[in-house]
């Protein structure tokens, strides 16, 4: 089953504009990481978080996260039309084992 | 380029039949993640080995099997295939022997079963 949970599921926007994607889960974690897939390529590294810290950046990006409310956000500023892709949490809850746990993604459309 | 590697791209098959996809890690990873990606079940965790070890299991189906080879690379055996396998299967790799850190992974297989 899946831990992480993004909403919304798809997203359009212009180009210039932020998007701003969320995501919650259900366990303890020690790190969120977001990843991102451009349609039918693997999964790529954005960022991660630990547990303890509750905002990070990275360019563009920028991701919070709220381990009492149990959700992220992922900032995405003065978007390009080449970030058109999925974007998913990930996290690594235990299951028996760490697992790195990922959600349903969000679609995001950026337009030209 | 993540550095993983992944045979064949492209995989086309009946039902009942049995294949196998290849995985090499990053060089200097010591795991190996296999994930199953279909439209309906989002990206799920199959298997992780660690060093030739297994080391985590999630929603495996007994039809599937994997290992580590000494030299590290990973091999996903998937039998008695269904349509329902029918989905893209991505191997990742990382140093450690949690997936606490960045996965890389590879740009996957995708295996159609008719």
């Known amino acids: 089953s899946q831990q992480g949970e993004e909403d919304p599921q798809a997203l359009s926007i212009q180009e210039g504009e932020n998007a701003t994607m969320n995501c919650s889960y259900k366990?303890?974690?020690?790190?969120l990481q977001w990843y991102r897939q451009n349609s039918g390529r693997g999964l790529v590294h954005l960022i991660l978080i630990r547990s303890n810290e509750r905002e990070k950046h990275s360019g563009r990006l920028r991701v919070t996260l709220d381990t009492s409310k149990k959700s992220s956000s992922l900032l995405i500023t003065a978007s390009r039309a080449a970030d058109t892709a999925s974007y998913f949490c990930?996290?690594?809850?235990?299951?028996?084992?760490?697992?790195?746990?990922f959600g349903k993604g969000t679609k995001l459309s950026v337009i030209p | 380029d993540s550095g993983v590697t992944q045979t064949p791209k492209h995989l086309i098959t009946a039902t009942g039949q049995r294949v196998t996809l290849r995985c090499s890690p990053r060089s200097g990873d010591l795991s190996v993640y296999w994930y199953q990606q279909s439209l309906d079940q989002g990206l799920q965790f199959l298997i992780q080995?660690?060093?030739?070890?297994?080391?985590a299991k999630g929603n495996i189906l007994e039809r599937f099997s994997a290992q580590q080879f000494p030299d590290l690379h990973s091999e996903l055996n998937l039998s008695s295939l269904e349509l329902g396998d029918s989905a893209l299967y991505f191997c990742?790799?990382?140093?450690?022997?949690?997936?606490?850190?960045?996965?890389?992974f590879g740009e996957g297989s995708r295996l159609t079963v008719l």
């Open positions: 366990t303890s974690i020690n790190n």
């Open positions: 990930a996290t690594d809850g235990w299951a028996g084992s760490y697992q790195l746990t």
């Open positions: 080995y660690y060093n030739g070890e297994e080391r």
């Open positions: 990742a790799s990382s140093y450690r022997d949690n997936p606490t850190g960045e996965l890389f």
